[in-house]
């Protein structure tokens, strides 16, 4: 396959144009489908593939990139799948990996990992666990070993305490908590490693949505800690993973 | 003095009209000084005498309103003093009690206690001082004792844990925290007596000027907690004091 | 039944080594579904068994849930009930109560009140009433007589003032209102007692859900006022009974 | 001097071109100071002159521009004045009135009254005073009778109540207040006349200057309430003139 | 039937005692329906008797305090009616008028007009009508002459230049507006009434359901603008109606 | 047909009376339609003839305006289009132009181009599509070229690097994004042209449909950028459009 | 002067290795003063030179800023210049133009203008003129000639209206208003020009600084608007420039 | 020094009570000064000792926790310092390193790496410097290598461009930007290493202090991204430098 590098070398071997370089440098990274141009070169260029982002996608679209990642040999993984995508992905694909509650699709992925340890995923109730989930398969696709701690709120705080031995060997900790989100603050006031917080959307009333926990987390008096998207697993577990394979 | 039971006696008794009855009901409850409204009832109606809210006041209307309430015999409490008001109180006010942290001045008050135990005052960190000892002096006046744990803010959860011994000994708890206002949630699922939290404007950025904390204590998941305005150690405290008089 | 002074005593009298005892005091306070972690020693923690928070669970897991709790001989209370998850608690626990305006099931509750007296429900229109009904269902779940005084909005304000004087006599009052929230100044401004104010989602444009009553309740110029989340019958109830119990 | 109508007839019959009839109208409704135009006409349009706006501006242009207005007979009101315009319009015209809680400044203005009554302005609290003063010059400028009940808090509602006859005499009520706004509620409750709330900035923390009293008396349950921008006294008292002269 | 005021003779005369004298003026003012007290004072009181607010209310809750009103030979006036209460109210009463666009019902109403002239209703456009119907009908029940002007948004200020003439007529302007709700604004620099601007829901994106609007009509550069919530074309009117009824 | 200017003259002619002439000159410019008036003299006033805002209106009042139009030999274009419209006008005009994306129907059109060259349209990602179709839909029926450039996101940069030569070429750009926005920035750092950047309602959580991309545009760190309205395409092409128009 | 192409080529006649081309690449388009890099390639690829943003700079560094690209032989402008920053830019360049209103300095400049015709830079009223003057001083830096109609606010129409023929013959036309902002709706009602709007922060109470206007700007029911930043007079000129230039 | 492992090793061996166990676990990890309770152990609990905060406290306070700290061994760090305390922390700490922008001040500090490579400071523009320079202060305290590339802002992609080079070497990237917020976006397309983004409350209007950045950050459209406060230069340092640490 062509790269940057051998372009820019037969260019100045003059074996092909400046026109020709520029246009072959231009093409070099994408895969057109019209309504979609994959990112080819973004595992080269930031160490990832391109995830497909299930939302305010037709299964048929969502399929239709699955197939021309693959097709190029690339691992797939999809997020924010409708129930007709996952369903569609699945009779697509023989041993691919459907999580109907992460509502992930995954094929393929990293061989080797990152982190010698884990990365521990500490939620604060049952009702974060889709969060928590798309998360874990991220990490997994990612070729990240993760480990769950599920319901540990700080409302009975001896939950959380009871774990906190596991929770501190971990390389990174993501923190998933709707409500007020003090979960976030109270494990990074107890763990060394750095710590990323999911606001959730889970609550009522005055959390808006989960940016009564967004705020929370982005106030911690706890050092360490940082933050992404409302609901975002995908993200957090993106972000722990990158941590990981900074090494 | 009248009250309004003696008034209506006398009408019923045809001591005075039906139109007299009506003016002395309606001037009994209220000491006009021009710009205020003295509310001389509200002890005889809710329990607690009327306190002087120094923001926006002169010093010199502060000390207007202060004689009027001491001349009638009552006890004089006033908060969020500038240092002029304060300054006036206490040199026309000898054996008061000022307290330049927490901008208040107390002449007298209560002197039987409604809670048998005492009303643990709770903080996050040190800059959450001045609400504090807000809430402590009103306490005070109010006739309750209170018992003040500064600095255990969530971050380092030992200060917090330390203290919850005591802490769960009070009848009342005043959970006073900026920032993530996590601390609120913390102390709530570790002590049966009730949680009033006061969310304080302590932090900077995202935590636009307390309201982190309030969206994070609204939305606390440890049962328990209801809470007062940004920086309303007056509020938080007389709301303690009412639920020890309520017995 | 173990408890931590108990497992204590044991590892002090060498009956039990460091790590058992590590271990069953982290088993102590948990019932483990999986999906859940039942917090089993928050009553003697908090004074208060754990509550079934039904939004965002499935019919069978709150189901399992109430079953786990019971057949530890526990009370059993679920809030925020979706038909399907009423109707099938209803179906297995003979016995039980089953609001359907509050969306609660109470099975058992506490025997002893903590108030002499009772805590007042006022609310202000017709459409708080489910709100009011949860509160009253939580109330009377913990053991507290409470009695409701329904559409007393200051619209009408006669309509308040001819029960002011029963309500006045209550240990603890909540005060329920949707649109301005004006309800708890008022109520507040005439009873000894500490006022819970609950604001609901009741009004449309400009009232955003609740939003523009939380706020009037947080600035009432009022004293005694605390507020709880939107719609939170509940938790107002909640803390209503921490009050009483606080005696 | 010229009129719309007189220019229009005077068109009619040739007496001026299309083009200088065009250029008359232009010119009839403004005086063109370069900084300001005055808008001359405003007066025939909408029954009452322009009136100076004395924010963001120095005190040179408000006197420029009240001279002009003085100079082509006019009445002059200013409003927001600085401390130093209002001296400097003090210096330059004798027998005006000059307000400085108010921070107005009055010369000459309506003869004839629109209410045969009077309009009544009630107020929350001592700290609304400049925001009603502001309201009493204005209508007195229109030519209105005002009368002041200050300090009519619904904190204690017999202060309100015992004025509530005199109040319910009114053509118009303007209820002030900060804070949580609910006098507008009760007052509109206990009244025949249109009510027009002004939500002032007094208060703090979760008050926001003012938005939360706004809110309030926009989902006022009462029904006649309209509202006007916060501490807008002069906004208030024009309506009301307005509604005045309807008749 | 029995006023406060011959209650209170009775009393003075002897012939009733002081407490059955207090339980006839607690009864006096409320029809209870137990979910709603109906306020049967409130016509004595404030001029206008009760509406039914229909938004929240079953059909069958609706009918049922129709019914009360109209057995005691009161008017009947219903809002937000869904189409099966307003089915319901219709098959109910004969010689009502239901207004499906309005989403009203009306039965009887005010005889003589508070308003010697009309009451003007100008919307910005086409999808503002069902508030503009809302409002005259408000309007009409309360014994008003409305006029209605559709459609004469500022971006085609013709519209509105063509309607000004019968528009300044009125003696009270009604100015429906979505999107940037700039009509208020130009509407009140051009007539003498008061205006009473009403926000409405059109538009998307940045405007936020009606607050785009809201703002821009409280901070109106012209004067005699007072504002009512969002979509709110009853309380519009009723606000018109007590100012035509001020005189 | 009557025109400003014949009227004028006729008048001037004295061939019509002032009258007359008044209510020509009102008549001129409407079509009046009952529920909407047609502003049927935009075209000679702003350039453009009257769109049609399918949204908030039935099938049959968009085809009733539509015929409206079309009768007196306008052309017609139509928004926001719900099914069943895009339908109807389908059925009821042949050789329109409907399209399903961007929910628009064109029939007609302007013939002569404004712009030389092209409108560049660029967009972030694939869900994007509707919002750039409306922009292409719109700026195809007032006579200018368009030129898509989808899916360059700026987390692959190299994506809009590989393309920007040709969009620097635009006479105007159009940059829609969702998310960050941060596509706009970019984008105007890199070329002469204006550009119009046109937040979506892409993306989840703390995008707030469309506000974090709006704010961002309004934020831009590059010159050269102004904004429209979240997901308003035809905005930004109709302002594209006037740009091209303004040579 | 070195130039992207000239190295190019050198490196294509093999005159540089691959590295030193890219050294003299990245070097190419900055000047680097160690706080701050001039983008000293920004004309040859915007078209416009950098301007300096005085705002959270020093005066010294902003001189330094100056004299960095003056030297070079660029022409300077600087924008939101603090007193001293503008003395001292006065002090050291000779013939350069200093506005105290607008906050400028202007060395040099654009020769020929982009339009033909003029841009005219529309006000509400006298307190929005410093942002007025920002963007007079920008469009003619940039060799654009511009008009200034001042104080054209709606609440006197005909103070617009007798401008508004000079208005629609400018090329590009910049409403500035605070307060409601509904200027920018009205002219793009009357004019054929694209219409840039700029909100100021004029105004108070609800006006949020501006936000008012910005809503009401980004939700005008007229065509062909769009919005810069609140107060940003030299973004809306910039804008104007490049749409002059776009020709 | 007893460490909590020596005290329990104690106790069971009965060389102290029960009591005098929990009483030595209490103090073990606090100094309390009073106004402040040091976290002595969260060194070890966390890996970094307890850094001042300075905002809020006095200069005097300051130097007596700085103090406490170093007379215990402990290496000092303080941020957010006003000048007086910098300038007495500079008096009484020979071989303390101060630093007025950042405004910091360190004495000791980490000796050995957590990363073998270093970790990249990139800013948006200039006024960015105070925050980057926290940040860079930070890292070294905490023994990590810091290089800054200022200045590199979207609207200049080149100048990103020519550093991105080094910068893609980093171990972890921090991405400071104020305004728009996208080069936290851009940089994160470009780089495989985790990037934490800092908004800055550099801009002006409806840039809100620093929210548009916060909100664009959030919704990153590119992977890898997490977000600290507003301004919290030392907030991403810390997670950098816990994200070096982890290996």
Redesign the interface.
């Known amino acids: 396959m062509e790269t940057l590098e051998s372009i820019?070398a037969d260019f100045?071997a003059r074996k092909i144009t400046?026109k020709a370089a520029a246009k072959k440098?231009?093409?070099?990274?994408?895969i057109d489908l019209g309504?979609?141009?994959i990112?080819a070169?973004?595992r080269a260029?930031?160490?990832?593939g391109e995830?497909i982002y299930g939302?305010?996608?037709t299964a048929a679209?969502v399929l239709e990139i699955a197939k021309a990642i693959a097709s190029r040999g690339g691992a797939v993984f999809a997020t924010r799948l409708k129930k007709d995508a996952l369903a569609l992905l699945e009779k697509n694909f023989e041993g691919g990996r459907a999580n109907e509650i992460a509502r992930t699709f995954a094929l393929g992925g990293e061989k080797k990992r990152g982190c010698k340890k884990f990365v521990a995923i500490v939620s604060?109730?049952?009702?974060d666990?889709p969060v928590c989930e798309e998360a874990r398969e991220t990490l997994e696709f990612f070729g990240e070993r993760a480990e769950c701690f599920?319901?540990?709120?700080?409302?009975?705080?001896?939950?959380l305490?009871?774990?906190i031995g596991r929770i501190s060997e971990a390389?990174?900790v993501i923190a998933v908590a709707g409500?007020?989100?003090?979960l976030a603050?109270?494990v990074?006031?107890?763990?060394?490693?750095?710590?990323?917080a999911v606001?959730t959307?889970?609550?009522?009333?005055?959390?808006?949505?989960?940016?009564?926990?967004?705020?929370?987390?982005?106030?911690?008096?706890?050092?360490?800690?940082?933050?992404?998207?409302?609901?975002?697993g995908f993200?957090?577990a993106?972000?722990a993973h990158?941590?990981c394979?900074?090494?």
């Open positions: 820019l100045k400046e440098i231009a093409e070099l990274g994408t309504h979609t141009k990112d070169s973004r260029r930031t160490g990832a995830v939302a305010g996608k679209q604060a109730g049952t009702s666990m599920y319901d540990c709120g700080v409302a009975g705080l001896h939950r305490l009871e774990k390389s990174v409500m007020e989100g003090a603050s109270v990074a006031g107890l763990v060394k490693a750095p710590v990323i606001p959307s889970v609550g009522y009333g005055a959390s808006f949505g989960g940016i009564a926990a967004l705020l929370a987390m982005m106030n911690s008096c706890a050092n360490g800690v940082s933050v992404v998207n409302i609901d975002n993200g957090a993106y972000c990158a941590i394979r900074a090494k």
